[in-house]
T-cell receptor, first 115, second 115 residues
Framework: EPEVTQTPSHQVTQMGQEVILRCVPI?????FYWYRQILGQKVEFLVS????????KSEIFDDQFSVERPDGSNFTLKIRSTKLEDSAMYFC?????????????FGPGTRLTVL | AQKVTQAQTEISVVEKEDVTLDCVYE???????LFWYKQPPSGELVFLIR??????QNEISGRYSWNFQKSTSSFNFTITASQVVDSAVYFC????????????FGKGTHLIIQP
């Protein structure tokens, strides 16, 4: 069964450093998403991406964040200068398209720890 | 603005008991989609069900059932004859429009099934 994959599973970085989180969505899917979940809290939407551009972004997704689909298979989230409060689990998700809004399939997540 | 409320932070029951997880949502859109996801201790997000706003038919899948009531803006989830493996955090989520909208999640209900 096709699945969303994410690398690395755990990333530790120093405050102020740049990190890139990688995701490989399900191959025939067209919509891609990033979410984050601070430990013990709810899952929060960051950004959606369709047709090689951002479709929607939340207030959390400020200038420190960027997304890219560099090669037609990977979908990346970059945080330019990490802060302590960026420590969270980051989930990538993808969905296909049909006449109805179908479900998003989530990857296993990348745990980001900012020291 | 959209909002999902899961008022039950934590529920603890003994195995084989039935348990209902509540979800109340708010949206101004007439077309919307409701979801339940399960997050086991391993951390991944597992899709359970999608329901469209124009389909109020309740659904049963094995020990799981969902009760969608537009009149009360609720989408409750019942587990019958609970098992220890059902222990997880359960999230209710909402999406509007058929486009690229991200999911709005509730805060989740931590379900503990005691043997």
């Amino acid at each position: 069964e096709p699945e969303v994959t994410q690398t690395p599973s755990h990333q530790v970085t120093q405050m102020g450093q740049e990190v890139i989180l990688r995701c490989v969505p399900i191959s025939n899917h067209l919509y891609f998403y990033w979410y984050r979940q601070i430990l013990g809290q709810k899952v929060e939407f960051l950004v959606s991406f369709y047709n090689n551009e951002i479709s929607e972004k939340s207030e959390i997704f400020d200038d420190q964040f960027s997304v890219e689909r560099p090669d037609g298979s990977n979908f990346t989230l970059k945080i330019r200068s990490t802060k302590l409060e960026d420590s969270a689990m980051y989930f990538c998700a993808s969905r296909g398209t049909s006449g109805s809004y179908n479900e998003q399939f989530f990857g296993p997540g990348t745990r980001l720890t900012v020291l | 603005a959209q909002k999902v409320t899961q008022a039950q932070t934590e529920i603890s029951v003994v195995e084989k008991e039935d348990v209902t997880l509540d979800c109340v949502y708010e949206t101004r859109d007439t077309t919307y989609y409701l979801f339940w996801y399960k997050q086991p201790p391993s951390g991944e997000l597992v899709f359970l069900i999608r329901r469209n706003s124009f389909d109020e038919q309740n659904e049963i899948s094995g020990r799981y059932s969902w009760n969608f009531q537009k009149s009360t803006s609720s989408f409750n989830f019942t587990i019958t004859a609970s098992q220890v493996v059902d222990s997880a955090v359960y999230f209710c989520a909402l999406a509007s429009r058929g486009g690229a909208d991200g999911l709005t999640f509730g805060k989740g209900t931590h379900l503990i099934i005691q043997p």
